[in-house]
């Protein structure tokens, strides 16, 4: 069997490579490459650029204002953008392009996708995600965060956590519980916020590596127009698992390449510090090189499921417990080879911390960025425990997990 790309899904990439070159500065090194101030900037003139050339949400509808391209164009695209450093793939981007816009395509209301869907490709709505809370994580279901109706209003209160660029963002998609009564998975409602109102305080959480990526985003009688509210009313479980298979099964090949680019970068570290004939550094590195090729198999096997329709089903999983296992063991292999200057305090992050995207340069500060960054990976989007728990009873048939509140001990303990 031969894997491989259709000949109109190359020519694509074609066309995709010449649009790049006439686009990007002739010296573009990658968006990796820039500091801070320079990445914001590039980062507004692209997406126009993009958006001018239908690429910048490629398989929405034109009538949307999408490019109205199907699924593989869209993995052709992000792999030539992420080959050239050029990829806009940040969360501001991804939330609204990737996720809550086709969303509000399968299940808002007209009115909804004529308000938000082209203020998400303008950029002039910045969204996040709230969806845990501080006793709600893996158990999301059971959040607290809640709201009544008050005429053709919500009233929100509670409290988010974790919120991704909350700080930079005007607008927060919710689940919030709209019926103390019901089973939990049924009374939560999927609505639409707007953050600039007095009822909505965001405060800051340092993360591990020094930096401010996302915060605490509390909610005292926030308000929100009936409106707003996608799907129905207590039945916003369903939208959050709409939105969630957005979130999953998006770009089934990207990793593959940021990982090779990241394990490339890491074999020619091993050459300068002079550890390629260390025999423990060389089976580390060829174990890695094993963990990259696989991820690419999974990619394609993905990619071929989702061209196919057929759901992505465990291998979302197996694949996110690969990638983020893979991404700490690098890392750590990384610092072992760096040695003793891995330990040097640092205080600040790096100015070129995109250690993940190609193009970027890679430093002993961005090796150590990316080490500590690689901590949330087997957290974050699902932790591992719990991707775990769905391999286990999806595919080897293990009996559901015994749960702590419902489990046998709860009897004898009582
Ligand atoms: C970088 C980063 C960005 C994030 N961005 C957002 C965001 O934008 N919006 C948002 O809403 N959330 C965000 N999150 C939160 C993320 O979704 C949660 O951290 C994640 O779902 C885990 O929930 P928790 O932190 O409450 O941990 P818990 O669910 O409390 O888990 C604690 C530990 O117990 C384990 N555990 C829990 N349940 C089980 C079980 N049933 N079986 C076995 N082990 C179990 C977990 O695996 C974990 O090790 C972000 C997190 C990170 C790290």
Known sequence: MEIRYSSEAEAYRLKIREILKNNLPADWKGIGALDEEAREKFAEDWKKVLHVNGLLAVNWPKEFGGGGLSFIERVILNEELTKAGAELDDVKLALGVNQLGPTLMAVGTQEQREYFLPRILSGEHQWCQGYSEPNSGSDLAGLAA??????????????????????????????????????????????????????????????????????????????????????????????????????????????????????????????????????????????????????????????????????????????????SQYHQRLTNLAMDIIGIESTTPWGMKPANFFIDLPGAPFSTRSWMWSFLAARSDTIRGGTGEIQRNIVGERVLGLPKEVRMDKGPWNQTLR
């Open 146 to 323: 809640s709201a009544y109706r008050d005429g053709d209003e919500w009233v929100i209160n509670g409290q988010k956590i974790w919120t991704s660029e909350a700080h930079t963002a005007n607008w927060i998609y919710l689940l919030v519980r709209t019926d103390a009564e019901a089973p939990k998975h049924e009374g939560v409602t999927f609505m639409l916020v707007d953050m600039n109102q007095p009822g909505v305080e965001v405060r800051k959480v340092v993360n591990i590596c020094g930096s401010h990526d996302f915060n605490e985003v509390f909610f005292t009688d926030a308000r929100t127009p009936h409106k707003y509210v996608v799907g129905e009313v207590n039945k916003g479980w369903s939208v959050s698992t709409v939105l969630l298979s957005e979130e999953r099964g998006n770009d089934p090949t990207q990793r593959g390449i940021i990982h090779r680019a990241q394990l490339d970068a890491l074999v020619e570290v091993a050459r300068q510090r002079g550890v390629t004939n260390d025999s423990v550094m060389r089976q580390r590195l060829v174990r890695a090189h094993t963990d990259v090729e696989i991820m690419r198999w999974i990619g394609l096997k993905m990619l071929s499921d989702a061209l196919n329709d057929r759901p992505t089903g465990p291998e979302g999983s197996l694949f996110k417990i690969m990638w």
